[in-house]
């Protein structure tokens, strides 16, 4: 009986680790299929624009971790100055 045990442990165990079994049917690296899939990898997409929305969550985030004893009003007024620094520091420079 403690054989018949140990024989379906055995079996379960084996069950389990075959399914980690992995292939080789990936390409090698430095193989030219892996340089394809390289130079076919998604670009990351570019940042969106400075809304000023977004200028204000991120001066916002930035006020409550450089001043967290501040008052609301005080904050407000920093985060105030943020965004307009942000918002002309982005904007594009005018034509002449």
């Known amino acids: 009986m403690k054989t018949f ?3 379906i442990a ?3 165990a084996a069950g389990l680790l075959a399914g980690c079994q992995t292939t080789s049917d990936a390409p ?6 892996s340089r394809q899939q390289v130079a076919q990898a998604p670009q990351p997409d ?5 809304t000023r929305a977004r200028a204000a969550e991120q001066c916002w985030m930035a006020t409550e971790k450089n001043h967290p004893g501040a ?3 005080r904050r407000a007024d920093i985060v105030t100055k943020c965004i307009d620094d942000k918002l ?6 005018p034509r002449s």
Do not use: I, N, T, W
């Not at 090698?28 to 299929?33: K, L, Q, T, V």
């Not at 570019?46 to 400075?50: D, I, K, R, T, Y």
């Not at 002309?88 to 420079?93: D, F, G, I, N, S």
């Open 10 to 12: 055995l079996l379960a």
């Open 46 to 50: 570019p940042e969106p624009p400075l």
């Open 28 to 33: 090698r690296a430095g193989s030219p299929e």
């Open 88 to 93: 002309k520091a982005a904007a594009p420079a």
């Open 71 to 73: 008052s609301v009003d």
């Open 5 to 7: 045990a140990g024989s």
